[in-house]
T-cell receptor, first 110, second 114 residues
């Protein structure tokens, strides 16, 4: 069964304190790994798609990396507005459903 | 604003009733996905349609059904509602962007079953 786990469950950082979130997956295939940001009561907001081990993508203070079994979302010098739940999802094969992890709840304190 | 619209925003109903949730994908997107998000279950994939045809099915209950119409909007029908069906229901549409595949989520419909 395809499975995605995320750690830690929750993370509190001081403003400017860099850290990483982890997404581990056990899937039948990997067409793509996706990162989203979700604010309370809102729909997830697309951040990145990664396709193959070694791939990296960046957007402002966020950088996503991918290995064969996990992905990391690195947050550099975070600001309070980066506080949100970060979700990771995997699409095992084209046309199959997306399998989501439970998310990491990030709080950045001023 | 993702460009995906969902109506209604909130829905309060009673057990045993039937409701219909509506979704319009972003202009040009052919795929529509439905998800359920409850506090204890996270984001659960329900069903995907592509250009009117069912493409993939997740953990969708038999009491739930969906369809995608020729104008590409989609409806999710929930019947014989139970207290446990209370959740946020999201619709998403997908596209291929310069940086790869992306799924764009709507604002959701919050369903409360009393």
């Amino acid at each position: 069964e395809d499975q995605v786990t995320q750690s830690p469950e929750a993370l509190r950082l001081q403003e400017g304190e860099s850290s990483s979130l982890n997404c581990s997956y056990t899937v039948s295939g990997l067409r793509g790994l996706f990162w989203y940001r979700q604010d309370p009561g809102k729909g997830p907001e697309f951040l990145f798609t990664l396709y193959s081990a070694g791939e990296e993508k960046e957007k402002e203070r966020l950088k996503a990396t991918l290995t064969k079994k996990e992905s990391f979302l690195h947050i550099t010098a975070p600001k309070p507005e980066d506080s949100a739940t970060y979700l990771c999802a995997v699409q095992p094969n084209y046309g199959q459903n997306f399998v989501f992890g439970p998310g990491t709840r990030l709080s950045v304190l001023p | 604003d993702s460009g995906v619209t969902q109506t209604p925003k909130h829905l309060i109903t009673a057990t045993g009733q039937r409701v219909t949730l509506r979704c319009s994908p972003r202009s040009g997107d052919l795929s529509v996905y439905w998800y359920q998000q409850s506090l204890d279950q996270g984001l659960q994939f329900l069903i995907q349609y592509y250009n009117g045809e069912e493409r993939a099915k997740g953990n969708i209950l038999e009491r739930f059904s969906a369809q995608q119409f020729p104008d590409l909007h989609s409806e999710l029908n929930l019947s014989s509602l139970e207290l446990g069906d209370s959740a946020l229901y999201f619709c998403a549409s997908s596209a291929i962007t310069a940086s790869g595949d992306a799924q764009y989520f709507g604002p959701g419909t919050r369903l409360t079953v009393l």
